[in-house]
T-cell receptor, first 110, second 111 residues
Framework: DGGITQSPKYLFRKEGQNVTLSCEQNLNHDAMYWYRQDPGQGLRLIYY???????QKGDIAEGYSVSREKKESFPLTVTSAQKNPTAFYLC?????????FGAGTRLSVL | ELKVEQNPLFLSMQEGKNYTIYCNYS?????LYWYRQDPGKSLESLFV?????AVKQEGRLMASLDTKARLSTLHITAAVHDLSATYFC???????????FGAGTQVVVTP
């Protein structure tokens, strides 16, 4: 059963804490992406990776970090430097023309 | 700066009537995508438009692309309640998958 798995579904962050969002895909896709969605808005690109061990900043990378050590995995860390992290985070992967999205992680600040 | 503008941002539809959502973009691109998002859910791919004049249809939805006008339209025929969702267009800005999304059009279909 192929797809993109994001976990956890809900996440709460305390002040000054780093948190990591998981994204795993078994679609054998080379490219992976992280987006942030705020209420009533479109998706904004945080980071993307076209191949293992390589990634680039998107439009709003400040306060976030990623790694791409395996083709299947592209975790996103929301660092304490991100002062407004409350949002819906979506991971996607692609091969060819279409991006396929995971179910998302909703991050809130305690 | 690349801009992808959708309008309207909110659309209240009556069942049985026809409506159109517009997606304008400011860069040269011949790759445009339409997605659907239900509340609190992920994005579902609807259409992939890869050339000028491309037209795709699925059920009551039809999408088209005019790359010269930098315009895509999503036409809804005889709206039904199940089409209530937010619809996003996205432009592939570098031809390999770096998308720029519009703000989305929230559609509510009422009897």
């Amino acid at each position: 059963d192929g797809g993109i798995t994001q976990s956890p579904k809900y996440l709460f962050r305390k002040e000054g804490q780093n948190v990591t969002l998981s994204c795993e895909q078994n679609l054998n896709h080379d490219a992976m992406y992280w987006y942030r969605q705020d209420p009533g808005q479109g998706l904004r690109l945080i980071y993307y990776s076209q191949i293992v061990n390589d990634f680039q900043k998107g439009d709003i990378a400040e306060g976030y970090s990623v790694s791409r050590e395996k083709k299947e995995s592209f975790p996103l860390t929301v660092t304490s430097a991100q002062k407004n992290p409350t949002a819906f985070y979506l991971c996607a992967s692609s091969i060819g023309d279409i991006q396929y999205f995971g179910a998302g992680t909703r991050l809130s600040v305690l | 700066e690349l801009k992808v503008e959708q309008n309207p941002l909110f659309l209240s539809m009556q069942e049985g009537k026809n409506y159109t959502i517009y997606c304008n973009y400011s860069t040269t691109s011949d790759r445009l995508y339409w997605y659907r998002q239900d509340p609190g859910k992920s994005l579902e791919s609807l259409f992939v438009l890869l050339s000028n004049g491309a037209v795709k249809q699925e059920g009551r939805l039809m999408a088209s692309l005019d790359t010269k006008a930098r315009l895509s339209t999503l036409h809804i025929t005889a709206a039904v309640h199940d089409l209530s969702a937010t619809y996003f267009c996205a432009v592939d800005v570098q031809d390999w998958g770096k998308f720029q999304f519009g703000a989305g059009t929230q559609v509510v279909v009422t009897p």
